[in-house]
């Protein structure tokens, strides 16, 4: 827990309640240890949402469909929204969950793969949601930064890792290192690259909110 477990659950208690619908499918994820975003995490989107009302979405890593759902929520009615999985266990309940909705568009491929397409087909987007496998982000980042509109938003989720980025690595257990250290070196990143203004918020595990200068 990287916020004290008291003030997050007071924190808790203060948010708007989930539609049924996507109530139901949190509690089911959660039942089922699928990873879905916290409820910090769900926050701070929905207020981003809300606020620059992006017409255009990404999000890496669609898991169950949960996150793509409560995107759609809160998302303009005009917005469309392309999410991109390719575990076949996750894609399973993922094709399931989405099935009908005609403005989220289901990639089922590897991200470099996905990204790559998008950008020869000159793909731009308000918002990026990236919440994938964690060791890639620092390889995704230069294409997502292409598919990205001046003014629009990347939210990077779980990049505190519970609290362990802050250690050394020589603290961390060594099966964990790999993916400890890539993460720092994506922090780095998104902090000191000059196309980008970034911010890093200690919510849910962690959230970088970067703006595209």
Known sequence: MIVDEHISGYLDSLAKDLPESLS??????????????R?????????????E???????????????????????????????VEKVEMRLKKARKNLEGYERISLIEEDATVALKKMAESGKI????????????YTVWLEPILGLIRPGGILVTDNVLLEGSIARSKFSIERRDRTIHKRMR?????????????????????????????
């Open 39 to 51: 409820r910090g995490m769900q926050r701070l989107l929905r207020f981003l949402l809300l606020k």
């Open 125 to 136: 987007y308000d918002l990026v949601f990236l919440d994938a496998a964690k060791g890639q």
């Open 185 to 213: 070196e994506y922090l780095y990143m998104v902090t000191h690259d000059e196309r980008l203004e970034t911010v890093i918020l200690p919510v849910g595990d962690g959230a970088a909110v970067s703006v595209r200068k």
């Open 24 to 37: 139901r499918l949190e509690s089911e994820a959660l039942s089922t240890g699928v990873p879905i975003i």
């Open 53 to 83: 009302k992006p017409e255009a979405i990404l999000e890496i890593g669609t898991a169950v469909g949960f996150s793509t759902l409560f995107i759609y929520e809160y998302a303009p009615a005009c917005a469309h929204i392309t999410t």
